[in-house]
C-alpha cells in the first residue's frame, strides 16, 4: 500500500483569463472548483493506475464534508483527524495565452500540538501494512516544520520507503532524515540549495552531493524543461511532452504517483522518470485540478524522451 499524507488540503479555485493584466479590469472566461491537495493527488492518479493507496492527513470541522465527499466521489480510501476551522481556499488564475498560472494561496487554520500528535500516532498504527509513505505539500499553522522529519524517521524504523515533496524548512529539516526519494521543483531546489539550474554543472554537483548524502532518488521537475532524476549511479533528463498545457495543478504530484507506481513495481531510474513524465502530461492536459488516468498515461508513455547525463 501506498498511504499519503496531506496536512494542508485546499478548495482550489481556478480562475481562466486570456491574460492577467495587473492593476486593471481581467475579464474571466471560465472557472472551475475543486477540493485538492497535493497527497490527495497523489492518491487519485495512484488509484486512477489501479495502486492500493489511503490518504491520511488534516480535514476541518466547518467544510471537511466536502473532502469528505471528493474522497468518496473518486473511490478511494481515505482517514484524516479533525481540527477546528475550515478548509483554505486556493486562488489559480491561469492565463490561456502564456500557460502562465498564478496562485494565492492561504495559509489555513492553526492546528494544535495534541491533533498532531494524534495524527502521528494514527499514522504510525498504519506503517505496519505500508510500502511506500508520500509526504507532500504545506503545513498548516500550529504544526512543526520537523513535522516531516519525524515522521521518516519513524517510517525508517519499519523500513517503509519515504517520498518528500514540500518546500521550505520543512523540506530542509525532513532531507536530513535522507528520504528514499525527494522532488522539490526547479524553485524548491535552487532556494534549497541556492543554486541556478541553468547556472552550469553547478547545480548538478548539488543533487549528486544530494545522493551521496544518503538520499536513493531525487528527481527536480523543471516544467517546460523536462525533469531530471539522479540515482546512485546515473543522472537522467527528460524532455517535456508537447501537449497543450490545460491546468499545471497537480502536475508535480502526478510525477510522484508515477515514480510511486514504478517503485512498487521494482521498474529502473529510466522507467521512474518515464512513468513520471506521463502521468505530470497526462494530467497538465486536464482542465483545472482533474488528474491523469490511465489511458492518459499508456498513450503518453512511449512519447517520453530520456537522455543519460555524463
Sequence with gaps: MILTVTMNPCIDKTIYLDELEVGAYNRVKNTRIDVAGKGLNVSTVLNHLGEDTLCMGINFRNNGSLLEQTMNSRGLKHHFVYADG???????????NSHIMTEINEAGPTVSSSLIDKLIDEIDARLEHTHILVLSGSIP??????????????????DVKTVLDTAGE??????????FLVKPNSLEFEQTFKKDLKAGKGPLEVARSVIESGV???????????????????????????IEAKGLTGAGDSMVAG????????????DMLRYAMACSAGSVRQEGTLLARESDVKELLPQVEIEVID
Design 86 to 96: 475550515s478548509i483554505r481556499t486556493n486562488i489559480k488564475l491561469f492565463e490561456q
Design 141 to 158: 499553522p500550529g504544526v512543526p516544520a520537523d513535522i516531516y522529519r519525524r515522521l521518516i524517521r519513524m517510517a525508517h524504523r519499519k
Design 170 to 179: 520543512p523540506f530542509a529539516l525532513g532531507l536530513e532524515e535522507k528520504p
Design 216 to 242: 536513493s532518488y531525487l528527481c527536480i521537475s523543471m516544467g517546460a524543461d523536462g525533469a531530471l532524476l539522479l540515482d546512485r549511479e546515473h543522472a537522467y533528463r527528460a524532455k517535456a511532452l508537447p
Design 259 to 270: 515514480m510511486c507506481y514504478a517503485l512498487r513495481r521494482h521498474l529502473g531510474s529510466e
